[in-house]
């Protein structure tokens, strides 16, 4: 499985090892900055390295290098997990900011990797990004935006994943992936990635045989063009309906963290009314009763009707046989 991008036009070239101001790195680092903290961040350098493409153990590579966090300047980040036999993908780019994960991982992973696609470049932030947030505060509000956002795409993926028609799904994500990567032009919008059609299947949650006829489908009422160069993306996915309110909502169960108990539901916990079930139990089998009277009356009528035509049928039997010419003797 391999994915590849183009490298964003203007983004830095950094070298192996180096370091490099952050403001270079990521300039829209300073959008809640005001003036005198902006200040504060110019001369701030950060090692910049070269991750090679490869499986890459995220917290164990930035514990080692005494970060907390990485900002991809180029390339992309693959996260590829796997839930059972199903698998899924998270694509990070330019700009997103990977962290340390602090706990274990869920138990539900069959495989949880980190993959770097091609030759990617990682910003790494430590101690010398913490200790210039003391002058420029509003730095952690950035880097808290970013992780939102980075959020909010992967529950706008998660829902990609929930619509029925798997075209609608590699469409959508499509479009999704050019938020972040594609550009405009008079023909349509340009999503420079390689994406195999398992790659869309672990995007969107499909198996690959099933996305080939999607894709297929797609091409063919001219909504995507996919060639070497990525994909030209021609139709929007279709506008939403207005969801339908629903008045059932999640709600906390056991919230004292009581265990299972046989007791009564404590004062204030919806209980049920039973009542109305058992009246509509009696019901059901009251009429279980007349259906069942019904049915025994209807089965010895039809068996009285049966008797009468076999005799019927063995008269006319009879009949026949007496009727019937005898052959002449010889």
């Known amino acids: 499985m391999s994915v590849e991008s183009t490298r964003v036009p203007g983004a830095p070239l950094l070298g192996q090892g180096l370091r490099a101001r952050l403001l270079d790195v990521e300039p829209d680092l300073v959008r809640f900055l005001p003036a005198h903290e902006r200040a504060s961040l110019e ?7 070269t991750v090679p493409e490869r ?3 995220l917290d164990e ?6 970060a907390f966090a990485a900002i991809v300047s180029q390339g992309m980040l693959l996260h590829s997990l796997q839930i059972g036999s199903q698998p899924a993908l998270r694509l990070l780019g330019p700009g997103e900011v990977v962290a340390v994960r602090d706990g274990a991982q869920s138990t539900l992973y069959a495989s949880c990797v980190w993959r770097a696609a091609g030759a990617s470049k990682l910003a790494l932030l430590g101690s010398d990004v913490l200790l210039a ?18 959020t909010e795409r ?5 829902t990609i994943c ?3 028609r798997v075209e609608d799904r590699v469409l959508a994500v499509l479009w999704l992936l050019a938020e972040s990567w594609g550009r405009v032009t008079p023909t349509g919008t340009i999503l420079p990635l390689a994406l195999t059609h398992e790659i869309l299947g672990a995007l969107v949650g499909a198996r690959r045989p099933t996305v080939t006829l999607a894709v297929g489908e797609l091409a063919e009422r001219g909504a995507v063009i996919h060639q070497d160069r990525g994909w030209l993306l021609l139709e929007h996915p279709a506008a939403p309906n207005p969801a ?7 709600r906390l169960l056991d919230e004292r963290g009581v265990g299972w108990t046989s007791e009564p539901s404590a004062p204030g916990h919806v209980t049920l009314d039973v009542a109305p079930l058992s009246d509509t139990v009696k019901d059901l089998a009251a009429q279980y009763a007349r259906n069942l ?5 209807r089965l010895r009528h039809s068996a009285v009707v049966r008797d009468d035509a076999t005799r019927v049928r063995q008269r006319i039997r009879s009949r026949r046989a007496l009727t019937r010419p005898r052959p002449p003797s010889s």
Do not use: C, N, Y
């Open 43 to 49: 001369q701030l350098e950060v090692p910049v390295v």
């Open 55 to 57: 499986t890459l153990e």
């Open 61 to 66: 590579f930035l514990r080692e290098r005494d």
């Open 133 to 150: 947030m003391r002058q420029a505060p509003r730095l952690a509000i950035e880097l808290q935006v970013r992780a939102a956002e980075q």
């Open 154 to 158: 992967l529950a706008t993926q998660m």
């Open 162 to 164: 929930q619509l029925p």
């Open 244 to 250: 339908s309110a629903s008045s059932d909502r999640p």
């Open 293 to 297: 009277v019904q049915v025994k009356e």
